[in-house]
């Protein structure tokens, strides 16, 4: 008998858990009208290295956004990660991460601004609950060049900040949607199978984050069962042989074997204009983003108020 090595994890299959009524009340908050905003912002060639200057006054706008809303904010390393810290984080966190560059000459609105857009919806609605919740948002640099970004911040910064990070959730491309049949392809070599119409919104994980995982998917379905949502779980310890899963900042964090879910509409395996001039606010379905914002934002605060 051949055992799996990896599972396919359906939302609609959980019963989700009771609804916090402030909580429902706070993601209806968040509107579609601000994250196009917030994407429209962001969309420009912004790579470290060939766009520099746009690539810093990011950084800064960032920086100014977070802490405009209560955060103490820095800039961390070499790569200047964008790190905001709620007051209340003390000896454990809860982390959302998203990195805010792009490939070199392109505006990046799916890969990565729809992403950043739901790390800033997230901040703003979590920062209705400061200082008391533990949450700590990172805007991370140099994914495109290797996840420089985000290994730095896990292997020099994380030992020596004074907090752990208990779960953490890492936000690639989060904003392209599609109903059309054929529009979801699925990664060469994963031995899987997803619909095929590109219209939910994937989760990823490793056994460290099997639990995080269905704390996700049932916070998904208890604040927003409209939007599709499936979860890959690879199990014992198997991703090092796929390497296609190593392609985002949450790669740093299963290989310090912190519990950490990807959040991701796919990338090329849905979206055509990933990694090209074409990819621009417009071809985003801002419906979707808000939806996976709000889920996100759901299973962030159930964390950070039960710690």
Same mark, same amino acid.
């Given at each position: 008998?051949? *055992?799996?090595?990896?599972?396919?994890?359906?939302?609609?299959? @959980?019963?989700?858990?009771?609804?916090?009524?402030?909580?429902?009340?706070?993601?209806?908050?968040?509107?579609? *009208?601000?994250?196009?905003?917030?994407?429209?912002?962001?969309?420009?060639?912004?790579?470290?290295?060939? %766009?520099?200057?746009?690539?810093?006054?990011?950084?800064?706008?960032?920086?100014?956004?977070?802490?405009? *809303?209560? @955060?103490?904010?820095?800039?961390?390393?070499?790569?200047?990660? !964008? !790190?905001?810290?709620?007051?209340?984080? /003390?000896?454990?966190?809860?982390?959302?991460?998203?990195?805010?560059?792009? !490939?070199?000459?392109?505006?990046?609105?799916?890969?990565?601004? $729809?992403?950043?857009?739901?790390?800033?919806?997230?901040?703003?609605?979590?920062?209705?609950?400061?200082?008391?919740?533990?949450?700590?948002?990172?805007?991370? %640099?140099?994914?495109?060049?290797?996840?420089?970004?985000?290994?730095?911040?896990?292997?020099?910064? +994380?030992?020596?900040?004074? @907090?752990?990070?208990?779960?953490?959730?890492?936000?690639?491309?989060?904003?392209?949607?599609?109903?059309?049949?054929?529009?979801?392809?699925?990664?060469?070599?994963? &031995?899987?199978? +997803?619909?095929?119409?590109?219209?939910?919104?994937?989760?990823?994980?490793?056994?460290?984050?099997?639990?995080?995982?269905?704390?996700?998917?049932? /916070?998904?379905?208890?604040?927003?069962?409209?939007?599709?949502?499936?979860? +890959?779980?690879?199990?014992?310890?198997?991703?090092?042989?796929?390497?296609?899963?190593?392609? $985002?900042?949450? $790669?740093?964090?299963?290989?310090?074997?912190?519990?950490?879910?990807? *959040?991701?509409?796919? $990338?090329?395996?849905?979206? &055509?204009?990933?990694?090209?001039?074409?990819?621009?606010?417009?071809?985003?379905? @801002?419906?979707?983003?808000? %939806?996976?914002?709000?889920? +996100?934002?759901?299973?962030?605060?159930?964390?950070?108020?039960?710690?």
């Amino acid at each position: 008998m051949l *055992w799996p090595i990896m599972l396919i994890r359906n939302a609609s299959r @959980y019963k989700g858990y009771p609804a916090s009524e402030e909580i429902r009340a706070l993601l209806e908050t968040l509107q579609p *009208w601000e994250f196009r905003q917030w994407v429209e912002k962001i969309s420009v060639s912004r790579h470290f290295q060939v %766009n520099p200057d746009s690539n810093e006054q990011t950084a800064y706008w960032l920086a100014q956004t977070l802490k405009s *809303w209560g @955060y103490d904010v820095k800039f961390q390393g070499r790569y200047r990660n !964008v !790190v905001a810290t709620s007051p209340g984080v /003390g000896k454990q966190a809860v982390l959302v991460g998203a990195h805010y560059d792009s !490939v070199p000459m392109t505006p990046g609105a799916d890969d990565n601004g $729809s992403a950043v857009a739901a790390m800033l919806g997230c901040a703003k609605a979590c920062a209705q609950f400061l200082p008391r919740i533990p949450v700590v948002f990172v805007a991370f %640099n140099c994914e495109e060049d290797g996840l420089l970004g985000s290994s730095d911040w896990v292997h020099s910064f +994380l030992p020596a900040c004074g @907090y752990e990070i208990i779960s953490s959730h890492i936000l690639e491309m989060v904003g392209y949607a599609s109903s059309e049949p054929g529009s979801q392809k699925i990664p060469p070599g994963l &031995p899987i199978k +997803l619909p095929d119409r590109g219209d939910f919104i994937g989760l990823l994980t490793n056994r460290s984050g099997a639990a995080l995982m269905a704390d996700s998917l049932n /916070g998904l379905r208890t604040y927003c069962p409209q939007l599709p949502a499936y979860g +890959l779980e690879v199990l014992i310890g198997l991703e090092r042989f796929f390497p296609v899963l190593h392609r $985002s900042d949450h $790669s740093p964090f299963w290989k310090s074997r912190i519990p950490c879910v990807m *959040w991701t509409d796919t $990338s090329e395996f849905r979206n &055509p204009h990933y990694h090209g001039e074409s990819d621009l606010p417009h071809t985003l379905n @801002y419906e979707f983003l808000t %939806n996976v914002c709000r889920a +996100l934002t759901a299973v962030v605060l159930r964390s950070a108020t039960t710690m």
